[in-house]
């Protein structure tokens, strides 16, 4: 059974940083493209970023409202997925799901709030 | 960026009724290897998002056959053949043929 496990989420301060982890199972981590989405409180779906694998080059891609803020970046041994975000604003407050690419599992997400 | 526009963005609809979603894009999603990549995900309350459809018209495991995708192009239709009470939620096309995917902005499935 695929499971994707999100950790890390909590309160932090505009211009904070904070690092999420994202556990996967029950697929091979290693040959997955990986990807992040977020969901504003109420709102809808937006893309974050994607991470290839290295197999496929390692390489990401950003959201324009994040790039040059948030990394994404995988340690295949340990079959986990992380989103480095710098520089939070309060707009990124928002649940934060890691999902396959495409996107056909999903984790639980966790929950990201920038406030002062 | 690819605009989705999905209508309506709520559809009370009667338990046992069909029900429709649309979504267009504004530019094709025909990709350069030939296929289309336009998915739809479900989100019921309080849930993670759950993908029911990818390019175009093929189901998920353990989707019921009773919902089906349709389109080409730049239109896009989800049918809820009869709607039926764990249906309820937010229907999210989502294009995965351009950099970067983008959402619709939800349709609100509720039972009248």
């Known amino acids: 059974e695929v499971q994707l496990v999100e950790s890390g989420g909590g309160l932090v301060k505009p211009g904070g940083s904070l690092r999420l982890s994202c556990a996967a199972s029950?697929?091979?981590?290693?040959?997955?493209?990986m990807s992040w989405v977020r969901q504003a409180p109420g709102k809808g779906l937006e893309w974050v970023g994607r991470?290839?694998?290295?197999?496929?080059?390692?390489?990401?891609d950003y959201a324009a409202p994040v790039k040059d803020r948030f990394s994404i970046s995988r340690d295949d041994s340990k079959n986990t997925l992380y989103l480095q975000m710098n520089s939070l604003k309060t707009e990124d407050t928002a649940v934060y799901y890691c999902?396959?690419?495409?996107?056909?599992?999903w984790g639980q997400g966790t929950l990201v709030t920038v406030s002062s | 960026d690819v605009v989705m526009t999905q209508s309506p963005l709520s559809l009370p609809v009667t338990l046992g009724q069909p029900a429709s979603i649309s979504c267009t894009s504004s530019?094709?999603?025909?990709?350069?290897?030939?296929?289309?990549?336009l998915n739809w995900f479900q989100q019921r309350p309080g849930q993670s998002p759950r993908r029911l459809i990818y390019?175009?018209?093929n189901r998920d495991s353990g989707v019921p056959d009773r919902f089906s995708g349709s389109g080409s192009g730049t239109d896009f239709t989800l049918k809820i053949s009869r709607v039926e009470a764990e249906d309820v939620g937010v229907y999210y096309c989502?294009?995965?043929?351009?950099?970067?995917?983008?959402f619709g902005q939800g349709t609100k499935v509720e039972i009248k």
């Open positions: 999902s396959t690419d495409p996107p056909g599992y």
């Open positions: 029950g697929f091979t981590f290693i040959n997955a493209w």
């Open positions: 991470i290839k694998s290295r197999t496929d080059g390692g390489t990401t």
């Open positions: 530019q094709s999603l025909v990709h350069s290897d030939g296929n289309t990549y």
């Open positions: 390019k175009v018209s």
């Open positions: 989502m294009q995965g043929t351009h950099w970067p995917r983008t």
